[in-house]
């Protein structure tokens, strides 16, 4: 029996994005705290995030900026009818960056390479044995599955390919909707990290969370084989599920019963439409060093998660629209229009902060999906 860890502040379940952002926050802002990170695997995994300059308030760029590792100042669209070049700067991080950094904030032996087989507000129980009390636990373990909710899903797997030669793309491609419709809205992102490395991801927006990685992958090779590219290797790869809401509530989603603070995915807490949680989890790191001093913390991340959830009952409608009222294989016209819109409305719809004149406009004129469904799906739709 492993014996049971030294008592610590703050105890965070979860080495990905939010859990790995809370505890770089913590350490940077309040290096008065004994925080821990229990994770498992590698932090950060697998993964590469991507995020526009708009979708970071400035007073919290500090937090994301030491882990940029690729910029851009444009970004491209392409759908059946036209191509877009948007003058939006453009960035990513890689789970390897968020390991990194924040094996260098925390001193030693305060990042647990082990598995909570029962986190409670108070301790965690560990996979190999042993308890960590806390005075906080932060329950950032991300959730696969949403049995409370309704969701349809954003599913992909990316690579990058070392291309001879060059790929000749000089700046990311955040959707190539050009593409044959498969499996319902299908598009492919590119990131242009050096003249021969791409990133390249093909994404859909399906009914069902099922990925056949091998069928992808083969999409894939046929996508850079439709443009030339000699490719040499598949340096990385990485596939994700991701949930696009469109109903559920959130006291069953998060119990007033459980007393265990959350963060990010766990929490609820990320964009509804687009499935990406990145903004809202730098947004909640950058507040938990004021936060985390406050009796009622678990219950003041409740009522924070709870708020944002409301916030997100637009994108939560416009979800409805795209699985209930449009056929899969035309849901492509929903995000076509869209990308005619200006620029400024885009980048506030991506940050989770469209106006009241923004919904407006994305609702106002002839709808990319028969009247009919529309209608029905908003007489469908929980507006909770």
């Given at each position: 029996m492993t014996a049971d860890l030294p008592r610590c502040d703050i105890a965070?379940?979860?080495?990905?994005?939010?859990?790995?952002?809370?505890?770089?926050?913590l350490a940077a802002k309040r290096p008065d705290l004994d925080v821990r990170l229990i994770?498992?695997?590698?932090?950060?995994?697998?993964?590469?995030?991507?995020?526009f300059d708009s979708d970071i308030a400035k007073k919290d760029r500090w937090l994301v900026a030491p882990l940029v590792r690729h910029h851009w100042g444009r970004y491209d669209v392409a759908f059946p009818l036209y191509r877009r070049t948007l003058r939006m700067g453009y960035k990513s991080i890689t789970g390897e960056a968020l390991a990194e950094a924040v094996a260098a904030a925390l001193p030693a032996g305060r990042i647990i390479a082990d598995k909570a087989k029962h986190v409670a507000p108070d301790h965690v129980?560990?996979?190999?044995?042993?308890?960590?009390?806390?005075?906080?636990?932060?329950?950032?373990?991300?959730?696969?599955?949403?049995?409370?909710?309704d969701c349809g899903w954003?599913?992909?797997?990316?690579?990058a390919l070392t291309v001879k030669g060059g790929h000749g793309v000089e700046h990311p491609v955040v959707m190539d909707a050009s593409v044959e419709q498969i499996d319902g809205y299908r598009?492919?992102?590119?990131?242009?990290?050096?003249?021969?490395?791409?990133?390249?991801?093909?994404?859909?927006?399906?009914?069902?969370?099922?990925?056949?990685?091998?069928?992808?992958?083969?999409?894939?090779?046929?996508?850079?084989?439709?443009?030339?590219?000699?490719?040499?290797?598949?340096?990385?790869?990485?596939?994700?599920?991701?949930?696009?809401?469109?109903?559920?509530?959130?006291?069953?989603?998060?119990?007033?019963?459980d007393r265990t603070g959350r963060i990010g995915v766990r929490a609820g807490v990320f964009h509804a439409t687009t499935?990406?949680?990145?903004?809202?989890?730098?947004?909640?790191?950058?507040?938990?060093?004021?936060?985390?001093?406050?009796?009622?913390?678990?219950?003041?991340?409740?009522?924070?998660?709870?708020?944002?959830?409301?916030?997100?009952?637009?994108?939560?409608?416009?979800?409805a629209m795209l699985f209930r009222a449009a056929e899969p294989d035309a849901r492509y016209r929903i995000f076509?229009?869209?990308?005619?819109?200006?620029?400024?409305?885009?980048?506030?719809?991506?940050?989770?902060?469209?106006?009241?004149?923004?919904?407006?406009?994305?609702?106002?004129?002839?709808?990319?999906?028969?009247?009919?469904?529309?209608?029905?799906?908003?007489?469908?739709f929980d507006w909770k």
């Amino acid at each position: 029996m492993t014996a049971d860890l030294p008592r610590c502040d703050i105890a965070i379940v979860g080495g990905g994005l939010a859990g790995g952002l809370a505890a770089l926050a913590l350490a940077a802002k309040r290096p008065d705290l004994d925080v821990r990170l229990i994770e498992p695997g590698p932090i950060g995994g697998n993964h590469i995030w991507s995020f526009f300059d708009s979708d970071i308030a400035k007073k919290d760029r500090w937090l994301v900026a030491p882990l940029v590792r690729h910029h851009w100042g444009r970004y491209d669209v392409a759908f059946p009818l036209y191509r877009r070049t948007l003058r939006m700067g453009y960035k990513s991080i890689t789970g390897e960056a968020l390991a990194e950094a924040v094996a260098a904030a925390l001193p030693a032996g305060r990042i647990i390479a082990d598995k909570a087989k029962h986190v409670a507000p108070d301790h965690v129980l560990l996979s190999r044995g042993g308890r960590l009390s806390a005075k906080h636990v932060i329950d950032a373990r991300g959730a696969t599955k949403f049995p409370t909710l309704d969701c349809g899903w954003q599913k992909f797997v990316g690579q990058a390919l070392t291309v001879k030669g060059g790929h000749g793309v000089e700046h990311p491609v955040v959707m190539d909707a050009s593409v044959e419709q498969i499996d319902g809205y299908r598009f492919v992102y590119l990131l242009p990290f050096d003249a021969e490395t791409i990133f390249v991801e093909d994404t859909y927006y399906s009914d069902d969370p099922d990925l056949d990685v091998a069928a992808v992958s083969e999409r894939i090779a046929a996508y850079a084989a439709d443009r030339r590219w000699d490719v040499a290797a598949v340096t990385r790869e990485e596939t994700g599920v991701l949930p696009v809401v469109v109903a559920g509530d959130f006291d069953r989603l998060w119990p007033a019963s459980d007393r265990t603070g959350r963060i990010g995915v766990r929490a609820g807490v990320f964009h509804a439409t687009t499935g990406y949680s990145l903004p809202d989890a730098v947004r909640t790191a950058s507040a938990l060093p004021d936060l985390v001093d406050r009796a009622n913390f678990p219950a003041i991340l409740r009522g924070r998660a709870a708020a944002a959830w409301r916030r997100q009952r637009f994108y939560r409608m416009l979800g409805a629209m795209l699985f209930r009222a449009a056929e899969p294989d035309a849901r492509y016209r929903i995000f076509q229009r869209f990308y005619r819109l200006s620029p400024g409305l885009i980048a506030r719809f991506y940050a989770g902060r469209s106006t009241r004149g923004d919904k407006l406009r994305i609702l106002s004129g002839k709808p990319p999906v028969p009247v009919g469904r529309a209608l029905a799906a908003l007489r469908r739709f929980d507006w909770k």
